[in-house]
């Protein structure tokens, strides 16, 4: 009785700090008050709307779009620190993303692609190329392709064409520029990534018009030579926030690195509308009051954290101020929004927490008492020098397949696009897919060895669940972890539903990692489940069983210490060796180290992911060791973590 209470104690706590810090959040995005906050259905969008804006006292506006894979939150520190300075904004989830109803493929495609900034391509020297393949493929390739240059660019022969580059902006450019408080002679777009090229055809629409943008940011954003475009279209007040490490090959004109020999090219000179001695970073030219203005500020971050970089924050705030007239009383460094991302963060962590109180009050009822297994006996460990030879192959292969893998599974690997919808949940799908053969195939070689040797089987091959070697799966021990997990996993769901409906706020840092579900993304879930679900109960098999070392004998801190540092070594191991493989040079400024090793076709987004993907292997690991010695079997973290990865993926990443 006395641990029943403990246990229903350390829940509430942590479910009511969690609460707390949501509380805290909400109040930071709101502006203490200052700010309503309200969300779009038809088109789906976050708008930030200053209570000094009305009617009769119009407010300067700002479009905010985000880059592939994230949603309207990731702008959220835009939001935040404009509409607190008065600014209305819209945040947009685009085609594909956060709780848009239109898929990633309305954004359109053509059958060719370009390997160089557009306009300073052609077919003889092959930058200009066909291409084959999936959709989804020709659609990844097409991505910085724009629905306003010319035709030869734009639409192929086929029939095909880049119908909206936007991704929904211009329609939620119109949608801001018709509210009753919005000044629409003051309006500007933002975008991240992705969304760069999104804001370029948001510009490029309106270009001419009566709400033509006063100002352009760009956070991460490509350029391109004026031939691409009829010479009708200008762009006002244009900023590039340019990340030193970019992983994007294209963000960095197809360069190694960002360095000053980019200030020298025509691309960025003309940009800039100097010559190649006088162009620099940091540095305006041009004139606000014609629209002329220009500048590149360098920024020492890398891409995907460019979006809450405070040196970029204050600049694009000066330059909306410059561009539109407006002016305010806080000053550009006041910035808040990020306290706002740490308290979320520390909401998210605390809600998986309460996983585990959940779990031991479970445990402690008659109907899960059944789940918590014995200890075998320490003579089936695996010898030390069997581990270690073991473990590095383990690590290895994860490591080193993990960039080939994922982007065979995210453009190529034929797999049927009405039903496998998530992007990058294909290229996790491929590489989970690769290991589990493998894990296959070593086992029933390996399980011979261990047989002779006298050590424990790799539970893989037959006895899953129980660290003992049975002969059968037992599948009543599954089902009541599958069902414990669904209530540990579902408890976590439930309160960020709360979270969502109270504050407007889910559980993230930054990026999306827990949002609730859509209908048709709770379907997703449903198909990329059972390949998430086998590979984690394959690989806790490996981790638990045949790599079981001393630790897991131990009681107390040093036990589990022990435990999670062999989980976390065997899970992580490769995906460190590959982050440090490709930050490591990066840093050294000679190049990121899948361009270098492997070529820019395996750089890109899974290699951006290792700084999302590595912490969230870090918690796994953590989560698997908790569920592990609390009941000694193996599925009942596996399914944990294969619930809570397929919801990351299914819940917040982009769908054709």
């Known amino acids: 009785m006395k641990k029943t209470g403990k246990s229903l104690a350390m829940l509430l706590i942590c479910l009511v700090l969690a609460s707390v810090c949501m509380f805290a959040a909400n109040r930071i995005q709101q502006s203490n008050g200052t700010v309503t906050i309200s969300d779009g259905t038809t088109v789906r969008y976050k708008l930030y709307k200053p209570v000094s804006a009305t009617e009769t006292s119009k407010a300067p506006a700002v479009l905010l779009l985000h880059g592939y894979q994230n949603d309207h939150e990731t702008c959220a520190a835009y939001a935040i620190e404009l509409s607190k300075r008065g600014y209305v904004v819209l945040s947009l989830d685009e085609y594909g993303h956060g709780a848009s ?7 359109g495609y053509v059958n060719h692609k370009v390997t160089v900034n557009y306009g300073n391509d052609s077919e003889a020297d092959g930058t200009y190329v ?55 002679t003051k309006m500007a777009v933002s975008g991240h990534s992705m969304g760069t090229w999104s804001s370029w055809s948001v510009a490029a629409a309106y270009s001419g018009t009566p709400i033509e943008p006063v100002a352009v940011v760009l956070q991460c954003g490509e350029l391109f030579r004026n031939s691409v475009y009829d010479p009708s279209i200008h762009f006002n007040n244009v900023l590039l926030l340019q990340a030193k490490y970019d992983e994007f090959s294209y963000f960095r004109d197809y360069e190694p690195i960002v360095s000053d020999a980019l200030l020298k090219t025509p691309l960025r000179y003309e940009f800039l509308g100097t010559t190649p001695e006088k162009a620099a970073w940091n540095t305006t030219f041009g004139d606000f009051a014609d629209g002329s203005a220009r500048r590149m500020q360098l920024l020492y971050t890398n891409h995907r954290l460019t979006t809450h970089d405070a040196a970029g924050l204050e600049t694009a705030l000066a330059w909306f101020d410059a561009a539109s007239g407006h002016t305010s009383s806080i000053a550009y460094n006041d910035l808040s929004a990020m306290n706002k991302e740490w308290l979320t963060l520390a909401a998210m962590l605390l809600t998986l927490a309460a996983m585990f109180p959940l779990m031991s009050l479970l445990l402690e009822t008659g109907f899960f008492h059944s789940v918590v297994q014995p200890l075998p006996k320490e003579t089936t460990m695996m010898k030390r020098g069997s581990w270690w030879r073991g473990a590095l192959i383990t690590i290895l292969i994860a490591g080193f397949s993990f960039p080939f893998m994922t982007q065979l599974g995210h453009g190529l690997l034929p797999l ?61 021990l599954f089902g009541k972890s599958l069902f414990l997990a669904l209530l540990m996993t579902g408890m976590v769901y439930l309160m960020n539903w ?53 630790s897991t004998y131990k009681e107390g801190a040093a036990g589990f210490f022990g435990d999670w540092c062999k989980n976390f070594f065997l899970m992580a191991g490769g995906i460190v060796i590959i982050t440090l493989i490709e930050y490591i040079p990066f840093f050294m400024n000679i190049s990121p180290g899948a361009d270098l090793l492997f070529g820019s076709t395996f750089g890109g987004p899974f290699m951006s992911l290792l700084i999302l993907f590595l912490p969230q292997i870090l918690c796994f690991s953590l989560i698997g060791t908790i569920c592990y010695r609390r009941t000694h079997n193996i599925y009942t973290g596996a399914l944990v973590i294969a619930i809570l990865a397929c919801w990351i993926v299914t819940g917040g990443s982009s769908f054709l």
């Open 130 to 184: 066909k291409i084959g393949g999936a959709d989804r493929y020709k659609l990844m390739m097409n991505f910085s392709n724009l629905s306003f240059f010319n035709d030869h660019y734009s639409k192929d022969e086929e029939g095909n064409a880049i119908s909206d580059s936007s991704c929904g902006g211009i329609e939620a450019y119109r949608i801001l520029s018709e509210l009753p408080y919005v000044d629409n």
């Open 498 to 550: 709360v979270f969502s409906k109270l504050f407007d706020l889910d559980l993230r840092i930054i990026w999306p990692f827990f949002r609730p579900f859509t209908g048709l993304r709770f379907l997703q879930f449903l198909v990329y489940i059972p390949v998430f679900a086998l590979f984690y109960i394959m690989n806790n098999s490996k981790i638990f069983a045949s790599f079981r070392t001393k």
């Open 101 to 107: 109803t239109t898929g990633l493929l309305n954004r």
């Open 416 to 476: 049927p696009e009405k039903i496998f919808r998530m992007t990058v949940g294909n290229g996790f799908l491929s590489w989970y897919g690769f290991l589990i053969l493998i894990m296959v195939i070593t086992n029933v070689i390996g399980n011979h060895g261990r047989k002779k040797r006298g050590e424990a089987k790799d539970l893989t091959a037959k006895g899953l669940g129980s660290v003992e070697c049975k002969e059968h799966i037992d599948w009543k």
